[in-house]
Every structure is written in structure tokens, then in C-alpha cells.
């Protein structure tokens, strides 16, 4: 019980208080759209990097470790499939089809994910978090962008065959967005080259994360909008099914068949089962798509995981 409370209070702390006050301050006008990008750039150009450094550097590199990236891809292409082949296809408009198939390749693995998994086994945790993090990264640039444009141009040209402008992917992808991979790659190469990591790093690293978390949260409090949301919220049952129920049991099933090691399967289950991204949102916004809904589905996600799901993995994996 000695060691449960502290890790619960963090749940408090370093998440949901975060949240609420992210959305007051922003509600209030204390927080502005410029100061909020300023913030979740500096969290991941700045704290991400280094905490990904500090983390790779003493994380355990065993053979289960590689084949992470696999299960990682199939994370978050799974429930894009599903959308695609089966659920997205009730909606009759093409611009609903692209929102629905977004927000369901896009979760929070990176850092909702990479807190929840610190809370629970600590650095090793938020470290495979990174790993999902990069491979959603990928997702987000070589994928959800291109659907995202296909939809809406599938919508503006009534059905017709779309075509896509690939300007700008590139520098999309390669920016100071993607500094954090950096951070891994040198974690890495001193992990490998035998290279003890101080001690006064791993201390760094337990205040780091908790700074980190709350620049991380704070904007996405500042995002809550429950009048928009509200009318779209009976739609994201599917949604909920898919996040919570249908990727964790499968990738629960898979990583039981194929990972040897118990906490990185308790963490992929906990990676499968994380709630939708913000950046479905941004990447709506982007291209003209039912921002809306994203937000409804965020907004819905967020919330049961925070306040059921997550406490409740929490027992079970601890």
C-alpha cells in the first residue's frame, strides 16, 4: 500500500489536475493559442529529447525490445484498418469517412501513454512509449496527412477520383518536431557502447517528468470544448469499443504468443488501449475535416481513461 498511494496520487497530479487547469486558465484567458504552442513545442523539442536521452540510455536491450516497432505499427494501423474496412463506412460523406479513419489510426501512445507507463514501471515504461511515439510520428506524416487530403478532396471533387500534393511532407517530417528521435538514437549508442550513465540523471529524470507531464497536459486541458463536442458525442460509442476493447485484446492475444518479458507485454497492452490523439484534431483542422467530432471522440476517450480505464490497468499491471 506503501508504494500504490504515491503512484495513484501521481494520476492526480500529474494528469487530471493538469487537465482542469489547463482549461480553466484557458477558459479565462490566462492561456493563449500563442503561449500553449510555445509550450508544447518546448516540451517536445526540449524535455522530450532529453528524457528520451536519459531513458534509452539505461533501458535493458534485449531481443524483445526490437520487435517492438512491429507491434507499434500494428497498434496503430489495426484500428485504421477496422475503420477503413468496416466502421468508418456507415458514414454516407466522404469528410466524416477521413475524420472517422484518422481518429482511428491517431492515440495518445506518446504522452499520455509515456506518463501512464512511467507511473507504472517507471523509466523503462516512458522509454517504449518513445518507440510508439516515433512510429506515430511516421503515421502522422506519411499517412494521416495523405488521407486526410484524399478525403476532402475526394469531398470538393463529388466522389471523383482525388489527387494528392505531396509539397510539404518532407518538411513536415523532417523538423525540430522530430528532435526527440535524436535523443533516443544517442540514448542508445551510449547504452550500447557500455557507457554507465550517472546517477544524478536518473534523479533529473524523476523531476523531468513530472514538469513535463504538466506542459504536456496543460494545453490539452486548454482544448476541452464541451459545446462542440456535445452534439457528436452519441457517435463515438464505436470509437470506444475500438480503443478500449477491441486492440487491447488483440494485442494483448499477440504479445502473450510472441514477448517473453511481462512488463513490456503488460505495456504494449496498456499502449493498445490509450485514448485518441489531439492531433486527429489538428490534423482535421488542417485539411477541412469534421473537427468536431475529433474533439468528441478526444474529449470522451480522454475522460474514461483518466477516470476508469487507466485505474483500473493500474491495479491489474502494477
Known sequence: MDEVMPRLILLVTDLILPLIVGYVLYQRRLLSDGMLNRLIRINIVAFFTLL????????????????????????????????????????????????????????????LGGICAYIIYGERGFAYAQIGSACQNLVLVLLAFPIAQYYYLLHKSHGRRARLDARGFLGLLISWNQLSILGMAAGLALNAGGVVRPPVLAEAFSYLIHVSAWIAMLPIGSLINFRRARHFIYLTLDMILLRFLLVPAATFTVARLIINDPIIQNSLVLFAGVPAAINATLTARLYHLNVDYTIAVFLVTTVLYLCILFPITFFLFR
Open 52 to 111: 528520451s536521452l536519459f531513458s534509452f540510455w539505461a533501458l535493458p536491450l534485449t531481443k524483445d525490445v526490437l520487435v517492438l516497432p512491429f507491434f507499434f505499427a500494428f497498434i496503430i494501423l489495426f484500428p485504421g484498418f477496422i475503420s477503413w474496412r468496416f466502421l468508418g463506412r456507415r458514414f454516407h460523406s466522404s469528410i466524416d469517412r477521413g475524420t472517422h479513419l484518422i481518429s482511428a489510426l491517431l492515440s495518445n501512445i506518446g504522452t
